[in-house]
């Protein structure tokens, strides 16, 4: 289940930086598959949390993955688009990526 406006759900419009993707977009689940069996996401998130997914270009889900690399800490932290927007690294990397194409 995505979350967000149709504009950006056409499997073309990256969520993050907003290009349109020849190739589409891939899911980004917000809170990662290798946690949702772990007792501290049970506990503080419903299965339909654990399941959303976001629309990215294949560009910023390799970055969000690169510049936060434990799934835990991806989990816990920046299990929303703001909170992706809002880490400081992700930050510079989409303005540079925005520039490009």
């Known amino acids: 289940m ?3 406006d149709g504009a950006t759900r056409d499997g073309r419009t990256c969520r993050l ?3 349109v993707m020849r ?8 809170i990662p598959r290798a ?6 996401f049970q506990k503080r998130f ?4 654990m399941q959303q997914t976001i629309s990215v270009c294949r ?6 993955h ?9 989990g816990r932290h920046y299990h929303t688009i703001d909170a992706i927007l809002a880490h400081e690294p992700f930050r510079r990397y989409l303005v540079w990526v925005r ?3």
């Open 66 to 74: 690169r510049l936060i690399p434990s799934e835990k800490e991806l």
């Open 2 to 4: 995505s979350e967000g």
């Open 35 to 40: 946690m949702h069996s772990n007792k501290w």
């Open 59 to 64: 560009d910023c889900h390799r970055s969000i």
């Open 46 to 49: 419903t299965r339909k949390q």
């Open 17 to 19: 930086c907003h290009r």
């Open 23 to 30: 190739q589409g977009t891939t899911e980004h689940h917000l």
């Open 99 to 101: 520039k490009q194409r």
